[in-house]
């Protein structure tokens, strides 16, 4: 079975910066459209970013955008979630998630990983 595999979480100060990476355990995905959700202690799990299988236009949550950035290596088989100016309220596992369609709705995306942890915390 095909296994996702987040990277890069941890415990970072506000204000702070973390990049987190995914990769699948076998198989190509370049023709797959990516995604991050994110869930939060006794919260459900939403949408952060996603993005087409070419690399263009990718949407993110509003409460991310501008600090947040979705980009994708082809060649390398990985997406990455670049995220700045880090709050508090980000603090959360970090899902990756591999499907058909670039959208904001978990059930576009077929392929999940395990999650990764990010503390925001001073």
């Known amino acids: 079975q095909v296994q996702l595999v987040e990277s890069g979480g941890g415990l970072v100060q506000p204000g702070g910066s973390l990049r987190l990476s995914c990769t699948p355990s076998?198989?190509?995905?370049?023709?797959?459209?990516w995604a991050w959700f994110r869930q939060a202690p006794g919260k459900e799990r939403t949408f952060v970013a996603a993005?087409?299988?070419?690399?263009?236009?990718?949407i993110y949550a509003d409460v991310v955008r501008g600090r947040f950035a979705i980009s994708r290596d082809n060649p390398q088989n990985a997406v990455f979630l670049q995220m700045n100016s880090l709050k508090p309220e980000d603090t959360a596992v970090y899902y990756c998630?591999?499907?058909?369609?670039?959208?904001?709705?978990?059930?576009?995306?077929?392929?999940w990983g395990k999650g990764t942890l990010v503390t925001v915390s001073s």
């Open positions: 998630a591999a499907g058909g369609t670039a959208t904001s709705g978990r059930s576009s995306y077929a392929y």
């Open positions: 993005i087409h299988w070419s690399g263009s236009s990718p």
């Open positions: 076998e198989r190509t995905f370049s023709m797959y459209a």
